[in-house]
Nanobody, 121 residues
Framework: QVQLVESGGGLVQAGGSLRLSCAAS????????MGWYRQAPGMQRELVAS???????YHTNSVKGRFTISRDNAKNTVFLQMNSLKPEDTAVYYC???????????????WGQGTQVTVSS
């Protein structure tokens, strides 16, 4: 079993910054990819950013130039640096990881419990 523990959410004024962290623990062979999703009230959950074990990154258009995803493979931790925050970034942010238990395992998806990010105008 794999656990994802998030930290770093909170309340910030527009234009401010927050840094989210997510640490994976448990027994596994590899973490193929990690990422952050968000879900605002009444909206579908959407992918914000992701990063592969090799360091390839993806950022959704609405956060490009403002958010940066990174990971520390040695610590099984992924980060999301969020700058120039806007009220529309307000959402619950969920950590996601695709984890393999052996070389042949295509991966299982795991989710964190979510952390609230609120940006006031």
């Amino acid at each position: 079993q794999v656990q994802l523990v998030e930290s770093g959410g909170g309340l910030v004024q527009a234009g401010g910054s927050l840094r989210l962290s997510c640490a994976a623990s448990g027994s596994f062979y590899s973490i193929n990819a990690m990422g952050w999703y968000r879900q605002a009230p009444g909206m579908q959950r959407e992918l914000v950013a992701s990063i592969t074990i090799g360091g390839d990154t993806y950022h959704t258009n609405s956060v490009k130039g403002r958010f940066t995803i990174s990971r520390d493979n040695a610590k099984n931790t992924v980060f999301l640096q969020m700058n120039s925050l806007k009220p529309e970034d307000t959402a619950v942010y969920y950590c996601h990881a695709e984890v393999s238990q052996n070389y042949y395992d295509p991966g299982t998806h795991y989710w964190g419990q979510g952390t609230q990010v609120t940006v006031s105008s």
